[in-house]
């Protein structure tokens, strides 16, 4: 089992993007359990806090991106995303997906975002 996000890419300041964070190899009723974590982290900064989506579609954000950014879940695809708006160059970096799954922080990859100016 694993979490694989996707979606990063270059984007202007102002620009809009989606990023997926898609469950593989996981049993339906495990990811549907669980809460959904997006972090992030810029060259030169530790990995911070993005959005959180609980089982039941509750959600939280940090504040330096309320209002910006949007987290959902399609628990039927057994997939997670984040609606990135407004960006700033201060959102670039990696996006990662994370959950506790099968008893483990488990991680993905992540998926780099590039803001330009």
């Known amino acids: 089992a694993r979490l694989v996000e996707s979606g990063g890419t270059s984007v202007r300041a102002g620009g809009s993007l989606r990023l997926t964070c898609k469950a593989v190899?996981?049993?339906?009723?495990?990811?549907?359990?669980?809460?959904v974590n997006w972090y992030r982290q810029s060259p030169g900064k530790e990995r911070e806090f993005v959005a959180s989506i609980t089982v039941d579609g509750r959600t939280n954000f940090a504040d330096s991106v309320k209002d910006r950014f949007v987290i959902s879940r399609d628990n039927a695809k057994k997939m997670a995303y984040l609606q990135l708006n407004s960006l700033k160059p201060e959102d670039a970096g990696v996006y990662y997906c994370?959950?506790?799954?099968?008893?483990?922080?488990?991680w993905g990859p992540g998926t780099q975002v590039f803001v330009s100016s």
């Open positions: 190899g996981f049993i339906t009723s495990v990811f549907n359990g669980n809460a």
């Open positions: 994370n959950g506790q799954f099968y008893s483990r922080d488990l």
